[in-house]
């Protein structure tokens, strides 16, 4: 039976989207993983968001939160607002209290990406934050660390990313995420489809 890795996301002007589809490929390319895009809900109207000037959304189908219980293993990705996830992931994460009295995710590997504006803008504490998510939920947290190896040391050229996840800046949204960081990407979603694969398996 094939290990379910969902990538979970939200993106207003495309940048996590783009590294979800990374780490979407990376995650399918472990044999035996199938590998999901999702999005969560938007909560603005469609006015304020054309207002912001954001694209249209991608195609990913939607999540409910009893989506996840069928998964394996999680990447949830976020832009980053002053410092923390932005409110349209915390809103579908408020609204999983019927997994959290239940306990359905509980021991489930579950990874974080991001992207920020700038270098000093969130790129560890957005994770950071975002660790009580899945603490409550009991929930694995599973960390990149730096098996990326000479690319998390990359120094003549920006780019996003730490230990805690693959990442990106988006600058006043001209930015896009470069080749270094879409290869983080890719890695980050082998990384954690590997893991959950191997505790799907001794499980």
Known sequence: MATKVYIVYYSMYGHVEKLAQEIKKGAASVEGVEAKL????????????????????????????????????????????????????????????????????????AGLFYSTGSQGGGQETTALTAITQLVHHGMIFVPIGYTFGAGMFEMEKIKGGSPYGAGTFAGDGSRQPTDLELEQAFHQGKHIATIAKKLKGSA
């Not at 000037?53 to 990447?75: M, Q, R, W």
């Not at 306990?103 to 489930?108: D, H, P, T, V």
């Open 38 to 109: 999702w999005q969560v809900p938007e909560t603005l109207s469609e006015e304020v968001l054309g207002k912001m000037g954001g694209p249209a959304k991608g195609d990913a189908p939607i999540i409910t939160p009893n989506d996840l219980a069928e998964a394996d293993g999680f990447v949830f990705g976020f832009p980053t607002r002053f410092g923390m996830m932005a409110a349209q992931f915390k809103a579908f994460l408020d609204a999983t209290g019927g997994l959290w009295r239940t306990q359905q995710l509980a021991g489930k590997p």
